[in-house]
Structures are given as C-alpha cells and as structure tokens.
DNA sequence: CTACAAAACTAACGATTGTTAGTTAAAGTT
DNA sequence: AACTTTAACTAACAATCGTTAGTTTTGTAG
C-alpha cells in the first residue's frame, strides 16, 4: 500500500526528538540545555551548532503537531458526512496523531505557554480555530436529530479531554491494536456505556 | 443547611494560594519564589517566615486534594449501591471537588512529578489506588451487565480523562449551575450522545 | 508605654540557567 | 594532499534560582 523510505534523521531532529521525551516527562521549564545535552552524550554548547536555542526546540515540536491537527480538522469539515461519522473521524486522526506523535501532544498539552511571539499567538487560534470546527459540528448534529439534546459545550469538552489525554496511555494501550482502540473509543464516546 | 463561619486565612495559607494559581497558569517549575513573593507584594525572603520552602507549597497543595479524593472514593466504595449509581458519585465528587480545589487539580495533574522522597511516593500509591477502585467499579458492573460489554480500560480511561479535566473549564463553566453540571455530566458520559 | 511576637526587610551565598565565543577534531570532497 | 564542512569541545558570561542570616518594622496585649 505504501512505500517507505527509511531517511537517517538530522542531527537536529535527534535533538528535537530526545527534548521532547524529556519535556514529555518533567515538562519543559523543568528540562534545562545540560539535561537534553548529556541525553544525547554531548556537551549542552554542542546543542548550538544545530538549534538557534530551546525556544526553537518548543516551538517546532508544537506547531508539528499543531499543524497535523489542523490540517486533518479542515478536511473532515470539507467533507460531505453525517454528523455521526464526522465525529467518529475526529476520533480517528486523534488517535492516529497520538500514537505517532505522542511527546508533541504532551509538550502541546502541557507547555504551549511558553511559546513566545507570534508562535504563541499562532497556537492559541488553531487551537481555537479546531476547537470551533468541532463545535459546529455537534451543533449540526444537535439540530439535526442525530445527537441527543444536550449541553454543546458539555460533549464538546468531554470528547476533547478524553481525545487530548490518550498521549498518556500510550504504553497501557502498547498491545492493543490502533484499529480495536478506534472502535472501542468510538464506541465509547458516541454510545455511552450503558 | 450548612452553618458557615468564615475564618481569616493565615498568612500560610495565603501565599499557598497565591502560588496554586501562579502554578495553575505556568507550572511549578516556571513559577520562582520571587513570583510568589511578588504577586503578595513582599520580598521572596520574607516568604521563609511561614514556609519552609517551595517544595512545601507543592505537597500542601497536592496533597490536600490528594486525599479529598482517596476519603471521598473509599466512602463511595463502601457503600451498597448498584454500580451505575457508584459511577453517578465518581463523577458528581469530581465535579465537587473541582469546584473547590481548581489551582490543587491543576497542580495535582501537571506537577505531581516534581514531589520529593515520601510524598511523591505517597501520591502515585493513591493516584494508583484511586484508579484500582474505579476499576473494581467499572468491572462489576460489566460482569453484572450493568454496563454495555466493552474494555474495562477505554471506559476508566475515557470517563477518568474528562474528569481530571474538568479543571480547566473552571472559567468557561461559571454560568452554569453545579448541580446542572453534574447531570449534565453524568448523561453524557454513561448514556453517551447519541 | 512597654514588651513581645509576627512579618517584613536588606544583603548575600553557591548553584544552575540559557547562551556566546573561540577552538579543535573528525569526515567528506576535490 | 589540501580544503571544506560538520560537529564536537573548553571556558566563560550575565541572569536567575532557592535559600540563609541577620536586622528592622509593624501590630497587639498587658
């Protein structure tokens, strides 16, 4: 189905991906330039020959994944569904996301304040952005019938919490295949468990 | 009902909850004793007068809300009652317990690693023991079919994530009655939404 | 008014922070 | 072999960190 081409990361990229294993841990204010140097077996100077400092490591970990949410939100707005199955592939990408993205969320999560400048502001609205693709759509399912009267503001937050917080279930979930845990969230999410 | 008195905080307890809400914005670790000190309009040295340091603010904090949790889910455990009704409660202390203990969650949920020594050994044991709890719950009454056949696990995590979130809809819940919440809640995360 | 406790202050400490400058060693290219 | 690029290094910087010591101010009870 797809072709893959193994390409040897940057030395950039290896950075970026051990500050994000540390940031998923301790957070990124409690993370300093020594402690992502000495994972990588070098000296925290050496991170300078490759990052413009940590602000960049945060920002491009963020908006990475930031991106990917966007991006996959437009398109599932642009389609033609019921509401029903909008919602479903809202539950899809997060899960899909999560587990190839798992350190990013946690970093997105947990850390966005610390952007700076026009990242921040970049953040805040896709953020507010996604989150107002995803209202509308409980809204149309609302006033179509095909969702039960209820609080928007209360499915939307439910569905959202649950979807943001799978990063942290990513070894529990280790075994369980990606295609059973789509199922059952859907499931889960959508029908209750009653 | 209830007869309140309303008692002066001291002056503990005030910078405690000067700092949860400091935390709450930017996490332990980006928050210095100098912001503390600060948003009281005192100098960080004078904070010393009543603390012992600022690991103390973290495990007051964490360990206040910590055991609200453990009293009020050994009280729901103890009783007889069918499990949906138990499930009812879980979400109804969650909601409760918010209410009262935002800045604690917050801090609770994002900053729990940077205990020290028995605290932190003491919250993981209780986070751990909390969960087992709601698991037994959860178990019961699928095997009394109470509950739809489903995993035990997407259900703890899915209901578990929505409602150590709740914290962070504090604000935007405002308007909305407590006990209109927490019906709300309830039918939304056991009879789902469609 | 005095005495005492509570709570603030100034000054400083050693450690750690992110980052810069300048240099050196290894790897790849001509 | 000479040159260039890549990626490491040492040393150090100013700023900030949590915290301590010692002192002064403020508030209250006798």
Request: no cysteine; net charge positive.
């Given at each position: 189905?797809?072709?893959y081409k193994v390409i040897?990361?940057?030395?950039?990229?290896?950075?970026?991906?051990?500050?994000?294993?540390?940031?998923?841990?301790?957070?990124?204010?409690?993370?300093?330039?020594?402690?992502?140097?000495?994972?990588?077996?070098?000296?925290?100077?050496?991170?300078?020959?490759?990052?413009?400092?940590?602000?960049?490591?945060?920002?491009?970990?963020?908006?990475?994944?930031?991106?990917?949410?966007?991006?996959?939100?437009?398109?599932?707005?642009?389609?033609?569904?019921?509401?029903?199955?909008?919602?479903?592939?809202?539950?899809?990408?997060?899960?899909?996301?999560?587990?190839?993205?798992?350190?990013?969320?946690?970093?997105?999560?947990?850390?966005?304040?610390?952007?700076?400048?026009?990242?921040?502001?970049?953040?805040?609205?896709?953020?507010?952005?996604?989150?107002?693709?995803?209202?509308?759509?409980?809204?149309?399912?609302?006033?179509?019938?095909?969702?039960?009267?209820?609080?928007?503001?209360?499915?939307?937050?439910?569905?959202?919490?649950?979807?943001?917080?799978?990063?942290?279930?990513?070894?529990?979930?280790?075994?369980?295949?990606?295609?059973?845990?789509?199922?059952?969230?859907?499931?889960?999410?959508?029908?209750?468990?009653?």
């Amino acid at each position: 189905m797809y072709i893959y081409k193994v390409i040897k990361p940057t030395r950039k990229q290896e950075i970026i991906q051990v500050a994000a294993t540390l940031f998923k841990e301790k957070g990124y204010s409690a993370v300093s330039m020594r402690d992502i140097a000495q994972a990588m077996h070098i000296k925290a100077a050496s991170l300078y020959n490759h990052i413009s400092g940590k602000q960049e490591i945060l920002s491009t970990l963020i908006l990475e994944v930031a991106e990917a949410f966007t991006t996959e939100m437009s398109a599932i707005t642009a389609e033609t569904l019921p509401t029903l199955k909008k919602i479903e592939r809202v539950i899809e990408i997060h899960i899909d996301i999560t587990v190839n993205y798992s350190e990013n969320i946690a970093t997105l999560n947990n850390d966005w304040m610390h952007l700076e400048g026009d990242d921040l502001k970049q953040v805040v609205k896709m953020r507010e952005a996604y989150e107002e693709n995803f209202r509308r759509i409980i809204k149309q399912g609302l006033s179509q019938g095909e969702i039960k009267p209820q609080h928007p503001e209360v499915i939307l937050f439910s569905i959202l919490s649950t979807l943001r917080n799978l990063y942290l279930w990513n070894e529990k979930r280790g075994k369980m295949d990606v295609n059973v845990l789509k199922k059952d969230m859907v499931a889960v999410l959508i029908k209750g468990i009653i």
